[in-house]
């Protein structure tokens, strides 16, 4: 069983900044990708970035420099560094771990909401 804790959402102005982070419990190989996705009210959840344990990462076009997901395995953690934040990126914030051998394990999520 995989539990995922996340954690930093928050109500930031446009242009400002926040840090997601996203802890990983439980028994899991150590081959997998962790990821954040997000879902707004009436949209799909989509991807936002993705980082796998060779730390190879892949970006959602609208967030391209602008976020940065980051990992430490040691502390089988993963983090989102988020700047210049858009009204747009107003969303639930959902962790994801996904291996070959386990599949997919989703966190409860973290508001982010970017307003003046």
């Known amino acids: 069983q995989v539990q995922l804790r996340e954690s930093g959402g928050d109500l930031v102005q446009p242009g400002g900044s926040l840090r997601l982070s996203c802890a990983a419990s439980g028994r899991f190989s150590r081959i997998y990708t962790m990821g954040w996705y997000r879902q707004a009210p009436g949209n799909q959840r989509e991807l936002v970035a993705t980082i796998t344990s060779v730390g190879t990462t892949n970006y959602a076009d609208s967030v391209k420099g602008r976020f940065t997901i980051s990992r430490d395995n040691g502390k089988n953690t993963v983090y989102l560094e988020m700047n210049i934040l858009k009204p747009e990126d107003t969303a639930v914030y959902y962790c994801?771990?996904?291996?070959?051998?386990?599949?997919?394990?989703w966190g409860q999520g973290t508001q982010v909401t970017v307003s003046s």
């Open positions: 994801n771990l996904w291996s070959a051998l386990m599949g997919d394990y």
